[in-house]
């Protein structure tokens, strides 16, 4: 009788120790696999990025569109064909960078593309699954926040980074399925990533379509090596001075069962605020 409860209980307990270790490599297996950004949906983001003194925190597309249509004569016309921001953006884009990273410890910088949806605040949380559902403030918010991958260093010292964003219509990363032909392609060469130290260019080299758990997704890695597969998978591609960091805005494509688009481009830094305002004549 004794033996047959000893029996028992080591069955239970091996039975436990086996749940746990299970748990642990699920656990692990979702912080490192791709998360799924699909989302496809149009959110208004202001309210949920408003901070204490500044009533928006987010760009308002509207108002860049005001502005370049009736902007006066010597304020320069953003766009992203060109690399060069005006007086006016750059300003507006610091102090929201100064305003953010002074509330949220999760706040590394801000993303800007002109032209386009893309001008967002960009975190960085403990895995890749929270930021999918919650604002820079910590907010429970559908359309999420763009996020860089938890792996990478959050300095940009690696030279292989990805920054995620939802699929949407209106928002987030949904403008980079519009970029999938020729022209638009051709016409959205530049964005800006401003953290709290400094100022990166972002000089777009390729467009690639990769399934989610493809190795380019194993960052950071040898920087020629993501540099070539990019290449490999590209759709489009044109030729840009290399630098020995790279960076690709990553969210969901249709193409097929976990399909994934890279919008990729090299970061430069710049020496000052000063090298990205369009140079007056």
């Given at each position: 009788?004794?033996?047959?409860?000893?029996?028992?209980?080591?069955?239970?307990?091996?039975?436990?120790?086996?749940?746990?270790?299970?748990?642990?490599?699920?656990?692990?297996?979702?912080?490192?696999?791709?998360p799924?950004?699909?989302?496809?949906?149009?959110?208004s983001?202001?309210?949920?990025?408003t901070?204490?003194?500044?009533?928006?925190?987010?760009?308002?597309?509207?108002?860049n569109?005001s502005?370049?249509a009736?902007?006066?004569?010597?304020?320069?016309?953003?766009?992203?064909?060109?690399?060069?921001?005006?007086?006016?953006?750059?300003e507006?884009?610091?102090?929201?960078?100064?305003?953010?990273?002074s509330?949220?410890?999760?706040?590394?910088?801000?993303?800007?593309?002109a032209?386009?949806?893309?001008?967002?605040?960009?975190a960085?949380?403990?895995?890749?699954?929270?930021?999918?559902?919650?604002?820079?403030?910590?907010?429970?918010?559908?359309?999420?926040?763009?996020?860089?991958?938890?792996?990478?260093s959050?300095?940009?010292?690696?030279?292989?980074?990805?920054?995620?964003?939802?699929?949407?219509q209106?928002?987030?990363?949904?403008?980079?399925?519009?970029?999938?032909?020729?022209?638009?392609?051709?016409?959205?060469?530049?964005a800006?990533?401003?953290?709290?130290?400094?100022?990166?260019?972002?000089?777009?080299?390729?467009?690639?379509?990769?399934?989610?758990?493809d190795?380019?997704?194993?960052?950071?890695?040898?920087?020629n090596?993501?540099h070539?597969?990019?290449?490999?998978?590209?759709?489009?591609?044109r030729?840009?001075?290399?630098t020995?960091?790279?960076?690709?805005?990553?969210?969901c494509?249709?193409?097929?069962e976990?399909?994934?688009?890279?919008?990729?481009?090299v970061?430069?830094?710049?020496e000052?605020?000063?090298?990205?305002?369009?140079?007056?004549?």
């Amino acid at each position: 009788m004794v033996r047959r409860a000893r029996v028992l209980i080591a069955v239970m307990l091996l039975a436990i120790l086996t749940f746990c270790l299970i748990w642990r490599s699920c656990t692990a297996k979702e912080q490192n696999e791709l998360p799924p950004l699909n989302y496809n949906e149009s959110t208004s983001p202001e309210t949920v990025y408003t901070t204490a003194s500044t009533t928006s925190a987010m760009s308002s597309a509207t108002e860049n569109a005001s502005i370049a249509a009736t902007g006066s004569a010597d304020e320069y016309q953003l766009s992203a064909s060109e690399p060069w921001l005006s007086r006016s953006k750059a300003e507006e884009i610091t102090a929201k960078v100064q305003e953010l990273h002074s509330q949220f410890p999760d706040f590394i910088g801000w993303l800007y593309m002109a032209d386009s949806d893309i001008d967002y605040p960009v975190a960085q949380g403990a895995d890749n699954e929270y930021y999918l559902s919650h604002a820079i403030n910590g907010s429970y918010y559908r359309s999420g926040t763009l996020f860089l991958d938890w792996r990478c260093s959050r300095d940009l010292s690696d030279g292989t980074n990805i920054i995620f964003g939802h699929n949407m219509q209106n928002g987030m990363f949904g403008d980079i399925r519009s970029y999938r032909n020729d022209e638009t392609f051709d016409s959205h060469r530049y964005a800006w990533f401003f953290t709290p130290d400094k100022v990166y260019l972002i000089e777009f080299f390729a467009l690639s379509i990769v399934s989610g758990y493809d190795i380019m997704y194993d960052v950071p890695c040898d920087l020629n090596e993501w540099h070539d597969r990019l290449l490999e998978t590209a759709e489009f591609q044109r030729d840009v001075t290399m630098t020995d960091k790279l960076v690709a805005f990553s969210t969901c494509a249709s193409d097929y069962e976990n399909a994934r688009a890279l919008l990729a481009g090299v970061l430069t830094a710049q020496e000052s605020i000063e090298d990205c305002i369009y140079p007056e004549k």
